[in-house]
Nanobody
């Protein structure tokens, strides 16, 4: 069982930026891909991006060029830098483990999520 803790959400004005952090437990970064997804109540989960080693990919077309996934191997953290935020980015954001960076791979474990609200 891998535990993941997200942080960094909050209220952001349209056009603003936010940086989410994900702290996986144990050596999850060595064994799993780490992904971000988001969910709005009543809507389907949206995979956003994934990183494993030096490889990364973005699942969601609408965030390409605005969101950046990265990792810090020394701190064993994964980040999601979000910029040019739009009201439609409002959601609860989760980090999760996957066996591979693929939009068809299931999310295995995820944290409690962090709310991002984009509003003026």
């Amino acid at each position: 069982q891998v535990n993941l803790v997200e942080s960094g959400g909050g209220l952001v004005q349209p056009g603003g930026s936010a940086k989410l952090s994900c702290e996986p437990s144990r050596d999850a970064l060595d064994y799993y891909a780490i992904a971000w997804f988001r969910q709005v109540p009543g809507k389907e989960r949206e995979g956003i991006a994934c990183i494993r080693g030096q490889f990364f990919t973005y699942y969601l077309l609408s965030v390409r060029g605005r969101f950046t996934i990265s990792r810090d191997n020394r701190k064993k953290m994964v980040y999601l830098q979000m910029s040019e935020l739009k009201p439609e980015d409002t959601a609860v954001y989760y980090c999760a483990t996957q066996n591979e960076c693929s939009d068809s791979a299931p999310f295995l474990n995820w944290g409690q999520g962090t709310q991002v609200t984009v509003s003026s």
